[in-house]
């Protein structure tokens, strides 16, 4: 009896360590997590393509794990007006994730980041403030993680610094992620921007959904903005090295 008893309980510990071991690999393999953070020397290359306003936006983002704190990535975009001549190349985007707290040193298990970066370069013409001169931002996120889901919060302010359209706005985003299975993800979140200029305040719906292969995500989203009643779609490719 105390062999059976024995072998049961090895039997579920295996089956229990099996399923965090499992939980983990998708974590560590889950870039489109809100709370995702690369590991040592890891590489993560993010292409994009969207739609929105009559606008075709295509951007590409490289970022890089220095150490299991911190990351750092560059991206650059650019845009094609099919309703203008509103077409150029936005700011090359140079910034960095800094993750403060691992859950590890609280009760509640809530990881806590640091976001910070620049845009310089972009084209003076094109529409939105994300592609003027010169943009500078820093932001806190904060999360909680679990093997089926994970729940994160974001504020963020930028500067920008442009002779017809300099101003100042905050966003909060809150998200909902979750795994439901190893293959299967689905993610939904908000946006609600405040500028020091009204015009550019805005309420964006967001959902995603992502299909895994191994260290490949293909994602595909849209996204909806309340007060302009505009629809985004999009497509995107993210590559784990």
Do not use: C
């Not at 299967?184 to 299909?211: C, H």
Request: aromatic content about 14%; proline content about 2%; hydrophobic content about 40%.
């Amino acid at each position: 009896m105390r062999k059976i008893i024995a072998l049961g309980v090895f039997s579920l510990i295996a089956i229990f360590g099996t399923g965090i071991a499992r939980a983990d690999d998708m974590l560590a393999r889950d870039t489109s997590d809100p709370m995702y953070m690369l590991g040592i020397e890891e590489i993560l290359s993010e292409t994009n393509l969207t739609y929105w306003d009559k606008v075709l936006r295509l951007g590409q983002s490289i970022s890089y794990g220095l150490n299991n704190r911190l990351t750092v990535h560059g991206n650059l975009h650019y845009q094609n007006d099919f309703d203008g001549d509103e077409d150029g190349f936005s700011s090359f985007d140079i910034g960095g994730v800094y993750r403060m707290g691992t859950g590890d040193d609280n009760a509640a298990r809530i990881m806590y980041d640091v976001l910070f970066g620049f845009k310089f370069g972009g084209s003076s013409h094109v529409r939105t403030p994300w592609f003027a001169d010169s943009t500078y931002y820093a932001g806190l996120r904060f999360g909680r993680q679990w093997a089926g889901m994970t729940l994160a919060g974001t504020i963020k302010s930028s500067w920008i610094f442009d002779d017809h359209r300099g101003m100042s706005y905050i966003d909060f985003i809150p998200e909902a992620y979750f795994r439901l299975n190893p293959d299967w993800r689905i993610g939904a979140g908000v946006i609600i921007r405040k500028a020091t200029n009204p015009d550019y305040d805005q309420e964006w719906l967001n959902f995603k959904l992502i299909r895994q292969y191994g260290r490949t995500q293909y994602i595909g989203h849209l996204d909806y903005e309340f007060e302009s009643e505009d629809v985004q779609i999009g497509a995107k490719v993210n590559i784990l090295f």
